[in-house]
T-cell receptor
């Protein structure tokens, strides 16, 4: 068990470019979450998957954002036409839903800077 | 919607002393979970301690313990015998019980930055 991993760890891009982040959850975890954390704030929920199904998207997730989790394993988060306001840390978390018990384990995050 | 408030943006403690971080939350639900997460500088967030709302007994994990006051909607974290490695951002988080909702994202406070003075 190597924990949740995220790539890349840092990304600098120019406004208007597309970026894609990857999250590899802890193996056998059936739930995967994406959060966004801006400076001085706590993480905010963006979207989550149970296995391969995307079950909910926050209103924070504009049409420029899309997430996938093919085959219920790793997940990608794509931001199209990036804006300076997209600059943030993007956190991924995974969990194993067992009955009503669930604890989310976080990855190290991808820090995005949009110039 | 649930909200979590951490009223102390920054705290400091002398090494080996005890410090308490405050957290209050607002919810109309009776069944939920509360968490404290630690986020060291440039490192990933890790779970410190969790509390089930239906349990009256306060959770403890080694030097970390909570004071859970359900009626007051308060969930403070006490760190005993503080160590230099405890320096980090601490986030309080709330999650609805799965009985209430299939969606269980965490709702976080803004965090408290803890400094440990040698």
């Amino acid at each position: 068990d190597t924990g949740v991993s995220q790539n890349p760890r840092h990304k600098i891009t120019k406004r208007g470019q597309n970026v894609t982040f990857r999250c590899d959850p802890i193996s056998e975890h059936n739930r995967l979450y994406w959060y966004r954390q801006t400076l001085g704030q706590g993480p905010e929920f963006l979207t989550y998957f149970q296995n391969e199904a995307q079950l909910e998207k926050s209103r924070l997730l504009s049409d420029r954002f899309s997430a996938e989790r093919p085959k219920g394993s790793f997940s990608t988060l794509e931001i199209q036409r990036t804006e300076q306001g997209d600059s943030a840390m993007y956190l991924c978390a995974s969990s194993l839903l067992q009955g009503f018990q669930e604890t989310q384990y976080f990855g190290p995050g991808t820090r995005l800077l949009v110039l | 919607a649930q909200t979590v408030t951490q009223s102390q943006p920054e705290m400091s403690v002398q090494e080996a002393e005890t410090v308490t971080l405050s957290c209050t939350y607002d919810t109309s639900e009776s069944d939920y979970y509360l968490f404290w997460y630690k986020q060291p500088p440039s490192r990933q967030m890790i779970l410190v301690i969790r509390q089930e709302a239906y349990k009256q007994q306060n959770a403890t994990e080694n030097r970390f313990s909570v004071n859970f006051q359900k009626a007051a909607k308060s969930f403070s974290l006490k760190i005993s015998d503080s160590q230099l490695g405890d320096a980090a951002m601490y986030f309080c988080a709330y999650r609805s019980a799965l009985r209430n909702s299939g969606n269980t994202p965490l709702v976080f406070g803004k965090g408290t930055r803890l400094s440990v003075i040698a």
